[in-house]
T-cell receptor, first 113, second 110 residues
Framework: DADVTQTPRNRITKTGKRIMLECSQTKGHDRMYWYRQDPGLGLRLIYYSFDVKDINKGEISDGYSVSRQAQAKFSLSLESAIPNQTALYFC????????????FGSGTRLTVV | KQEVTQIPAALSVPEGENLVLNCSFT??????LQWFRQDPGKGLTSLLL?????REQTSGRLNASLDKSSGRSTLYIAASQPGDSATYLCGGGSNYKLTFGKGTLLTVNP
């Protein structure tokens, strides 16, 4: 099994729908992150969490919310999806101060029509 | 605010050539620097991680160096192969997050 698992792998949804992307990890890392990747814009941080009770906004949090259900689970929600949220979404984990670096999930390709 | 720049944006080389990818960052107070490979539409695979106290790391045909004073890292690929074709991303870890460059798209032609 993968260290960082994202579900679903692909999703097509309609404008205005609520959608949740899920991430679970077996690394035992405290830190978890959600990034989105767009062509020409690179990877941008949406939210990050240092532990279950510590959740913070990243560069582009508007239109998104997150939930850290447990050390191993970090979910990203789009409350009312819009077409410009079409992107590749990645979950990542790390230890404190990035010891050992980042580990990424395989990504969720989200299309909002 | 950390900014990471990768040059060139795209590179095309013939098979067998040695090549260097560049990564520069603005904040020298980074904890580490990590190089990733990404195939089209796929996830990021970690290639090499250089911790703050280190200057380079090697894995097979890959060698990465880190010079914090000049704000630069390089990824050296020896004897390139068509299977090396991918986008290569570098990320600098500072404060609370890893900041990424936009990547270098490498094409190795048979």
């Amino acid at each position: 099994d993968a260290d960082v698992t994202q579900t679903p792998r692909n999703r097509i949804t309609k404008t205005g729908k609520r959608i949740m992307l899920e991430c679970s990890q077996t690394k035992g890392h405290d830190r978890m992150y959600w990034y989105r990747q767009d062509p020409g814009l690179g990877l941008r941080l949406i939210y990050y969490s240092f532990d279950v009770k510590d959740i913070n906004k990243g560069e582009i949090s508007d239109g998104y919310s997150v939930s850290r259900q447990a050390q191993a689970k970090f979910s990203l929600s789009l409350e009312s999806a819009i077409p410009n949220q079409t992107a590749l979404y990645f979950c990542a984990t790390s230890e404190d101060r990035f010891v050992g670096g980042y580990t990424f999930g395989s990504g969720t390709r989200l299309t909002v029509v | 605010k950390q900014e990471v720049t990768q040059i060139p944006a795209a590179l095309s080389v013939p098979e067998g050539e040695n090549l260097v990818l560049n990564c520069s960052f603005t904040d020298s107070a980074i904890y580490n620097l990590q190089w990733f490979r990404q195939d089209p539409g796929k996830g990021l695979t970690s290639l090499l991680l250089i911790q703050s106290s280190q200057r380079e790391q090697t894995s097979g045909r890959l060698n990465a160096s880190l010079d914090k004073s000049s704000g630069r890292s390089t990824l050296y690929i020896a004897a390139s192969q068509p299977g090396d074709s991918a986008t290569y991303l570098c990320g600098g870890g500072s404060n609370y997050k890893l900041t990424f460059g936009k990547g270098t798209l490498l094409t190795v032609n048979p």
